[in-house]
Structures are given as C-alpha cells and as structure tokens.
C-alpha cells in the first residue's frame, strides 16, 4: 500500500501512522506541498492521500475541500481525528535566559509555519513572540527544516516533537495551542476501499447542487434528511466557481450509504431538482490515546 502524506514528522505524518500503522507492508510515499500529495493519487503513484481537512480551532480547511471538490475525483476511503499539539521549536543555545529562569525570546525575528498550524497557536505569538514575522510555508516541517539550515540568524518554527528531533532541533515551549482540545480531522482518499480496518460507525459525505437558485431549496434539501432522522454531523457551503452567488453544499452524514433511509433522501433530493454527488461512504474512527 502506498500513502501520499505531508513531510516525515508533520502532524500528518504522524497522523498517518496512528490510523495505518498496524496495516502491514504500508509505503509513505513523503510530500512538500499538498497539491503534490493529491496528485500523487490523482496520478495513480500511490493508492492513497492523506488530507487535513478540518480543525477544532480553525474549522475547514477550505484549500483541501476544494481541491477534493474541484482538482481530483478521489472518494474518502476512511476519516479519523487526530490530536493537533503544537511546540515552538528552534536552538535553545540562539537564546537567553530572564533573572526567573524563563526563556527569553526577544532573539527571535521570525517564526514560520503552516498557516493552519500558525493559525493555532494566535494567542501564544501574540503574547510572548509579538514583535517576530510570521512566515507560512508549505507544512511544519518544511518551516523546521528551514529554521535547520539557517542557524544564527533568530529563526524558530511551529511544528512537531518528531520533527524537531529528526532534525536535530530544541522544542523551546512545547504544546503552544491556544486550545487543549486541538483536534484535526484527516482523511483518506483514494479509489479503493481501505482494507485491515474497520469501525462501527461510518459516514456518508455529500455534494448538493442546484442549477437555479430558488426560495427554500435548501430548506427541502435539509427536510428530505430531517423528517427520516437521518443525523449530520457538518454542513458547509463552498462556491462553485462558476457564477459569483452560486455554491455547493457539502454534508456529512452519520449514516452509511448502504442505508435504505439514505438512499431514499438521496431520491427525494434529486427528484426535486438538485444534483447529488456521492464523495465517499467510509468507516470513521476515534481517536484514542495510548495507555500510559
């Protein structure tokens, strides 16, 4: 099995192995840019992607949803959240120390990440690194393998343990999230079902279209779903790119699409006018922390 993923100690990279890891003979195949991760996939290089595509703190990721929506026609072959724990990393012998023993940080210029990642952590730049610049890049390890190869100059970046030890970096502060709840919901993308793993519950993610705007499209959309108790769980609208005003909705739905319940929704829906575009009927895992 060959997986597209982000850099070897990204978050997504560590995401990857906590969802794959017990799955034998799994090749990662290691990406600077997420374009290259779809395309990889898209291109019949590898047999899937791995894709962040929502976080607790900064909600959707809307370039992935895109590029899932507009790019490439890969379905989801399995979704899993995965904790999100950001560190400030650098070399402790780049900075000094206050009369209290902490760390100070005046010495640092700039900070550089990916912008989701940079997006966590708002309030700790604000309060302790406020006169850096913020530089996004590609991934988190891509920002600590700049900070790597520019030593002396008062560079540091937000990313993960494994990475900063990969490359021979310090963790300065670690877990500097805004949020202890820092989750991100990946998933799996390819054109065959993922096998070796299974999970009681499962989800169906949609795309609903429409050619003609009308009052209460969406509202006969929502009932079609609502009056068979059908629960979802995200509903997003993302413009189609085709006309200013226009938008698909994408819902995910807590039912598999096997569901007699789901298949007639989808009917209902179709029969009143609007297009269905079935992205994925997978298997949704949990994250569970290791016992210590």
Not at 21 to 32: A, K, L, N, T
Not at 50 to 76: A, C, F, K, Q, Y
Not at 192 to 206: A, C
Not at 217 to 238: D, F, K, M, P, T
Request: hydrophobic fraction near 40%; glycine fraction near 6%; include cysteine.
């Amino acid at each position: 099995m060959k997986v597209a993923v982000l850099p070897k100690g990204s978050t997504s990279d560590d995401a990857a192995r906590y969802i794959l890891g017990e799955i034998d003979g799994v090749d990662f195949h290691y990406h600077r840019l997420i374009a290259e991760v779809f395309a990889s996939t898209a291109e019949g290089i590898t047999d899937y992607s791995v894709i962040p595509i929502e976080n607790t703190i900064d909600g959707s990721v809307s370039l992935h949803t895109d590029m899932l929506i507009d790019d490439v026609d890969l379905p989801i072959q399995a979704e899993w959240v995965y904790p999100s724990i950001q560190n400030l990393v650098g070399r402790l012998s780049e900075l000094d120390r206050k009369p209290n023993g902490e760390l100070d940080y005046s010495r640092i210029v700039k900070v550089m990440s990916h912008p989701v990642a940079m997006a966590q952590c708002r309030q700790f730049l604000k309060q302790h690194i406020p006169h850096a610049e913020l530089e996004h890049v590609g991934s988190t390890t891509e920002a600590i393998r700049t900070v790597r190869d520019n030593p002396g100059i008062g560079w540091a970046a937000i990313g993960q343990k494994t990475a900063a030890q990969h490359n021979g970096l310090d963790v300065l502060q670690e877990s500097v999230t805004d949020h202890d709840n820092n989750y991100t919901r990946f998933l799996l993308i390819g054109p065959k079902p993922l096998n070796g793993k299974t999970s009681d519950k499962h989800k169906t993610t949609i795309i609903v279209s429409s050619q003609e705007d009308y009052p209460g499209g969406l509202h006969q959309v929502l009932s079609a779903l609502a009056w068979r108790r059908i629960n979802l769980s995200r509903i997003e609208s993302r413009p189609t790119k085709k006309k200013l005003g226009t938008y698909y909705f994408l819902i995910d739905i807590d039912m598999s699409l096997e569901s007699i319940l789901l298949q007639s929704a989808i009917a209902e829906i179709e029969a009143i006018g609007f297009q269905v575009r079935v992205m994925g009927s997978y298997p949704s895992f949990s994250y569970k922390p290791a016992l210590k």
